[in-house]
């Protein structure tokens, strides 16, 4: 099922533009589940395997394809019986690196999984997504040959539980690391100065790359990086970026953790800043899936927001009905963004074998 030696899933090569030391503090690991390859391993095989659902249909990977940046190329997510999810699933990538600015953001679209060990199970025990009980699948894992040498391996004893399960998915997810990039080989040659013009940058990705960093103007004299902030450009923050007057869905507004109460006014039609890495592999976009193309994610924040009473205030004043958001951006301007934004991916993700499907090597042998 898995290569005779074990995959290197431990070291992380940063590039050079990205201060080691500094970044350290990004890492969401904890004492209580470090990163080890045995482990790693282990999550890479649960990932893929389609027996943590009720049905044995779906896994995982179902709904988040390594080809696509581990995301879902289906606007809303297709669980084990066929049902739709309410939401797109997002891409994987850097997960890890979370704790921007020392903040300690919760996860999904709506954060309310405060660890990335806690989000493990929730798809898990979803009604649509997988449909499990967790004392039900630890004893359907435990009866299959393949996983208490498995978890013997990472954790010392063969016992299958829910709480080694999700650290050892939580240690293959933390493994995903999207740092190679253009745009990485071209801050490294910059120096790590993003605001200098980049020499391995076209005229029309820098001039993307300018407008994301530094500004755009036009209602409010912030660049893209305000919610997508180098080097992940992601943010440890909701945002609600006028894609409705009235919220559809009223994401962090709906579940306001960590206390979980009811509805809260303040935060409806808030979503979580997802990171661009990889941006261009992740279309359908937003929480919904409701842009097909990046040209149409630009397009909206040029002239397509609307002025929702909680709208950021990158986005424009808070008016109501016929105020002016949005950046009023120019052609030249729109496509000069698609270009720097497909700069962010990393083709060694997608394409590195260690998180890949083991068990269609494993049918192959057969």
Same mark, same amino acid.
């Given at each position: 099922m898995l290569p005779q030696r074990p995959d290197d899933y431990t070291s992380v090569r940063l590039p050079k533009h990205i201060d080691a030391a500094e970044f350290s503090h990004c890492d969401n690991s904890t004492e209580q589940n470090v990163l080890t *390859?045995?482990?790693?391993?282990?999550g890479r095989v649960l990932f893929y395997d389609?027996?943590?659902?009720?049905?044995?249909?779906?896994?995982?990977?179902?709904?988040?394809?390594?080809?696509?940046?581990?995301?879902?190329?289906?606007?809303?997510?297709?669980?084990?019986?066929?049902?739709?999810?309410?939401?797109?699933?997002?891409?994987?990538?850097?997960?890890?690196?979370? *704790?921007?600015?020392h903040a300690r953001p919760g996860f999904f679209w709506d954060e309310r999984a405060a660890t990335l060990e806690a989000q493990v199970l929730m798809p898990i025990q979803d009604r649509i997504e997988m449909g499990m009980e967790l004392k039900e699948l630890e004893a359907k894992l435990q009866k299959l040959p393949y996983y208490p040498p498995f978890f013997a391996a990472a954790f010392g004893t063969p016992e299958v539980t829910s709480d080694?399960?999700?650290?050892?998915?939580?240690?293959?997810?933390?493994?995903?690391?999207?740092?190679?990039?253009?745009?990485?080989?071209?801050?490294?040659?910059?120096?790590?100065?993003? !605001?200098?013009?980049?020499?391995?940058?076209?005229?029309?990705?820098?001039?993307?790359?300018?407008?994301?960093?530094?500004?755009?103007?036009?209602?409010?004299?912030?660049?893209?990086?305000?919610?997508?902030?180098?080097?992940?450009? !992601?943010?440890?923050k909701a945002f609600n970026n006028g894609l409705d007057l009235k919220s559809k869905d009223q994401g962090l507004g709906a579940l306001?953790?960590?206390? *979980?109460?009811?509805?809260?006014?303040? *935060?409806?039609?808030?979503?979580?800043?997802?990171?661009?890495?990889?941006?261009?592999?992740?279309?359908?976009?937003?929480?919904?899936?409701?842009?097909?193309?990046?040209?149409?994610?630009?397009?909206?924040?040029s002239r397509g927001v609307h002025p929702h009473e909680n709208l950021g205030l990158a986005f424009g004043e808070q008016q109501g009905e016929g105020a002016t958001t949005g950046f009023q951006l120019t052609g030249e301007q729109k496509a000069a963004l698609v270009a720097f934004m497909k700069t962010l991916t990393d083709e060694t993700l997608i394409s590195d074998p260690k998180f890949s499907d083991p068990f269609v090597r494993l049918k192959a042998t057969k």
């Open positions: *390859n045995a482990g790693a391993a282990l389609t027996q943590l659902s009720r049905n044995n249909t779906v896994s995982c990977a179902a709904c988040h394809d390594q080809r696509k940046g581990f995301s879902d190329p289906k606007p809303l997510s297709v669980g084990f019986e066929g049902g739709r999810t309410s939401r797109n699933s997002m891409g994987l990538a850097n997960l890890r690196y979370t *704790n921007l600015h080694r399960l999700a650290k050892a998915v939580a240690q293959f997810l933390r493994s995903m690391v999207a740092l190679d990039a253009k745009f990485d080989r071209a801050a490294d040659a910059a120096g790590g100065n993003y !605001s200098t013009a980049f020499d391995k940058f076209t005229d029309q990705e820098n001039l993307g790359k300018s407008l994301f960093i530094d500004g755009i103007g036009g209602v409010a004299e912030m660049g893209c990086a305000h919610c997508h902030i180098p080097p992940t450009f !992601s943010m440890p306001d953790r960590p206390s *979980n109460e009811p509805f809260t006014p303040s *935060n409806d039609g808030k979503f979580k800043a997802s990171s661009l890495r990889n941006i261009a592999l992740t279309a359908p976009y937003m929480h919904d899936g409701r842009f097909k193309t990046l040209e149409e994610v630009v397009e909206h924040y």
